[in-house]
């Protein structure tokens, strides 16, 4: 049975009708910028480890879409769209690092041992359901990125959900 080593990263506060990953992770604190950048090279490490495999698990979230000129079921689509294209954003970003660090997909026989599943949420899982301020809805609009490695000894840097 395989030993799973697992990592959590959640950022949140992007702002309203923003989807794009690095310009959220670059107003981030330094700590949670080296918080990703470790679990980036923890899927690296993975990858160029010998009989390892990596699962990195990116979802991602909307605010409620309160616009009273939208109907309920446009409404959950613009949060379901939302949510998409922070995820394809926080996707290519993690392959666009690990294309750095260990080439590119076609060039690197490393690729087939990482498997990534993009996972939109719209507005399903609300941190707060009622928020009273933005802050309250940046913290609904955040990416989740979690990483499963194995066949690897453990990896020093675990960490958990980092605030932000």
């Known amino acids: 049975m ?16 923003e989807s794009d990953f690095g310009a959220c992770l670059a107003r ?4 949670d910028q080296q918080a990703v950048a470790a679990l980036v090279q923890r899927v690296s490490t993975a990858m160029q480890h010998p009989g390892a495999t990596a699962v990195l ?7 409620r879409q309160d616009r009273q000129d939208m109907s309920p079921d446009q409404r959950r689509q613009s949060e379901l769209d939302a949510s998409m294209q922070r995820v394809v954003s926080a996707g290519q970003w993690l392959a666009d690092q690990l294309t750095a660090l260990v080439g590119p997909p076609d060039a690197s026989a490393t690729w087939p041992r990482i498997l990534t599943i993009r996972n939109a ?3 399903a899982l609300l941190i707060n359901k009622t928020p009273a301020n933005e802050a309250q809805r ?8 979690q990483v499963y490695a194995s066949g690897m000894p453990a990896f020093a840097l675990d960490f958990e959900t980092l605030p932000n």
């Not at 030993?3 to 309203?16: A, D, E, F, P, T």
């Not at 940046?138 to 990125?145: G, I, Q, T, Y």
């Open 2 to 17: 395989a030993n799973w080593n697992q990592s959590l990263y959640v950022l949140s506060g992007y702002r309203s009708g």
């Open 28 to 31: 981030a604190p330094a700590r």
């Open 57 to 63: 698990v990116v979802t991602a979230h909307s605010d």
């Open 121 to 123: 949420q719209g507005a």
């Open 138 to 145: 940046a913290e609904n609009r955040r990416v989740e990125l």
